[in-house]
Nanobody, 123 residues
Framework: QVQLVESGGGLVQAGGSLRLSCAASGRTFSAGWFRQAPGKEREFVAALNWGGSSTKYADFVKGRFTISRDNAKNTVYLQMNSLKPEDTAVYYC???????????????????WGPGTQVTVSS
């Protein structure tokens, strides 16, 4: 069983930046970031494959967020720029435990989840 732990969340003003990290206790393959705001369902943010060569983003973060990974460190990152108040949510990282070509946007497709990190963007 692989454990995931997110870090890097916090309070930032609108227009600011944060970099989230997701450290895994073991090897993972495709990875993704999701978020959940109060009273809303968890939604897909970004995903990338094991090699880091293929990515997918939700429309509302395209051009602002970048997902990347360092497999030597078993860590996935989410660089968030030009943050908006509507980006306020708990951000979760997720990972697949087996190799797959597809980049998954559905939470149910992922095998491992972190506990989440709060991101709050003030106006």
């Amino acid at each position: 069983q692989v454990q995931l732990v997110e870090s890097g969340g916090g309070l930032v003003q609108a227009g600011g930046s944060l970099r989230l990290s997701c450290a895994a206790s073991g090897r993972t393959f495709s990875a993704g970031w999701f978020r959940q705001a109060p009273g809303k369902e968890r939604e897909f943010v970004a995903a990338l494959n094991w090699g880091g060569s293929s990515t997918k983003y939700a429309d509302f973060v395209k051009g602002r967020f970048t997902i990347s990974r360092d497999n030597a460190k078993n860590t996935v990152y989410l660089q968030m720029n030009s943050l908006k108040p509507e980006d306020t949510a708990v951000y979760y990282c997720a990972a697949k435990g087996r190799l797959a070509v597809t980049l998954y946007v559905t939470a149910a497709e992922y095998d491992y989840w972190g506990p989440g990190t709060q991101v709050t963007v003030s106006s």
